[in-house]
């Protein structure tokens, strides 16, 4: 009873926040390592998952009403979130999903929510061509959109029509593909705060729908032979120099399997990094800055990380 009475009390937990005119709230320290497929990362100081446009519209209305950063997260695929966490607002687009076909002019409209993959599947049952090479991106559209998501050859900017952006002041534009300067594995998307609601796509219709659904198998298990899809990893983590690929170099240093913590080179591939149990996002980030220190001194170049990495990290 004495300790009781004398011990201090726990700190309270902020509260959520109802948004005007929704059933929705805005949550606070919500943790993100579930969020990611790397499955590590802090606290978001405030997080938001909108479903519909009215839940967007109230979200970046409050969020007008602050003076706080704002991240944009998708499936969490291609980002690496330190361990303390990001301040201000997070606002995932899991939720914002639909998908629409045009048979007459052979275009997908979806969602930037939508998993890029099942949008390519969905393309192949069809018969029509263009997505084929996407179907082992673990990514959503709106992320494929702001990246350049590619593979096989092909990318994003190759059947992209338009994208429709919504910036924090509430405006919205329909930006065309020519519009978001598209080159290898970016666009002028990558670090603005305006995000991707939805996204069309051209497609090339008339195939036999099996000849189609044959290709995208052929690229999944093609994918699945080359590259680790056991273990939590964020994909690439490196961008590919000219004229040799970042896992080819890495590889020929000998730092396949090398480790940091919980944190290992992909014995498959080794331009990824898995989360071997417990890993720590500092882990990490170690590891890559390793691999970055190890390739530049041996080839004079600076390998540059293709995953984004978000809020403070130990210096290495």
Same mark, same amino acid.
């Given at each position: 009873?004495?300790?009781?009475?004398?011990?201090?009390?726990?700190?309270?937990?902020?509260?959520?926040?109802?948004?005007?005119?929704?059933?929705?709230?805005?949550?606070?320290?919500?943790?993100?390592?579930?969020?990611?497929?790397?499955?590590?990362?802090?606290?978001?100081?405030?997080?938001?998952?909108?479903?519909?446009?009215?839940?967007?519209?109230?979200?970046?209305?409050?969020?007008?009403?602050?003076?706080?950063?704002?991240?944009?997260?998708?499936? #969490?695929?291609?980002? $690496?979130?330190?361990?303390? @966490? &990001? /301040? *201000?607002? +997070?606002?995932?687009?899991?939720?914002?999903?639909?998908?629409?076909?045009?048979?007459?002019?052979?275009?997908?409209?979806?969602?930037?929510?939508?998993?890029?993959?099942?949008?390519?599947?969905?393309?192949?049952?069809? #018969?029509?061509?263009? $997505?084929?090479?996407?179907? @082992? &991106? /673990? *990514?959503? +559209?709106?992320?494929?959109?702001?990246?350049?998501?590619?593979?096989?050859?092909?990318?994003?900017?190759?059947?992209?029509?338009?994208?429709?952006?919504?910036?924090?002041?509430?405006?919205?534009?329909?930006?065309?593909?020519?519009?978001?300067?598209?080159?290898?594995?970016?666009?002028?998307?990558?670090?603005?705060?305006?995000?991707?609601?939805?996204?069309?796509?051209?497609?090339?219709?008339?195939?036999?729908?099996?000849?189609?659904?044959?290709?995208?198998?052929?690229?999944?298990?093609?994918?699945?032979?080359?590259?680790?899809?056991?273990?939590?990893?964020?994909?690439?983590?490196?961008?590919?120099?000219?004229?040799?690929?970042?896992?080819?170099?890495?590889?020929?240093?000998?730092?396949?399997?090398?480790?940091?913590?919980?944190?290992?080179?992909?014995?498959?591939?080794?331009?990824?990094?898995?989360?071997?149990?417990?890993?720590?996002?500092?882990?990490?980030?170690?590891?890559?800055?390793?691999?970055?220190?190890?390739?530049?001194?041996?080839?004079?170049?600076?390998?540059?990380?293709?995953?984004?990495?978000?809020?403070?990290?130990?210096?290495?």
């Amino acid at each position: 009873m004495f300790l009781s009475l004398c011990s201090s009390p726990s700190p309270k937990k902020p509260i959520p926040i109802p948004l005007a005119g929704t059933d929705s709230l805005i949550y606070p320290q919500v943790s993100l390592a579930q969020l990611t497929s790397y499955r590590v990362g802090g606290l978001a100081q405030w997080y938001a998952a909108p479903r519909n446009w009215d839940t967007l519209q109230a979200t970046f209305e409050w969020f007008n009403d602050q003076d706080i950063p704002l991240t944009l997260l998708g499936a #969490g695929s291609n980002l $690496l979130i330190s361990d303390r @966490g &990001i /301040p *201000g607002l +997070v606002i995932s687009t899991r939720y914002l999903r639909h998908r629409n076909f045009e048979p007459e002019s052979a275009q997908i409209t979806a969602g930037a929510g939508e998993p890029i993959a099942r949008v390519a599947w969905s393309a192949a049952k069809r #018969g029509w061509r263009g $997505l084929e090479w996407a179907v @082992g &991106i /673990p *990514g959503t +559209v709106g992320g494929a959109v702001v990246m350049n998501a590619g593979a096989h050859g092909s990318c994003i900017a190759d059947c992209l029509v338009s994208a429709l952006v919504l910036s924090p002041d509430g405006t919205v534009e329909r930006l065309s593909a020519s519009q978001l300067n598209y080159s290898y594995r970016t666009s002028n998307l990558q670090g603005d705060r305006r995000m991707v609601i939805e996204a069309t796509f051209q497609l090339q219709p008339g195939f036999k729908k099996e000849e189609v659904l044959s290709i995208t198998s052929q690229n999944l298990q093609q994918r699945k032979n080359s590259q680790p899809y056991d273990r939590p990893s964020c994909g690439s983590v490196f961008r590919n120099p000219s004229p040799h690929a970042a896992g080819w170099l890495i590889e020929q240093l000998g730092l396949k399997g090398y480790r940091i913590g919980g944190a290992e080179v992909s014995h498959l591939h080794a331009n990824f990094i898995l989360n071997c149990g417990q890993a720590q996002a500092q882990d990490i980030f170690r590891l890559i800055h390793h691999v970055q220190e190890k390739v530049e001194a041996h080839y004079a170049l600076l390998l540059e990380p293709e995953v984004k990495i978000i809020g403070e990290f130990e210096t290495v």
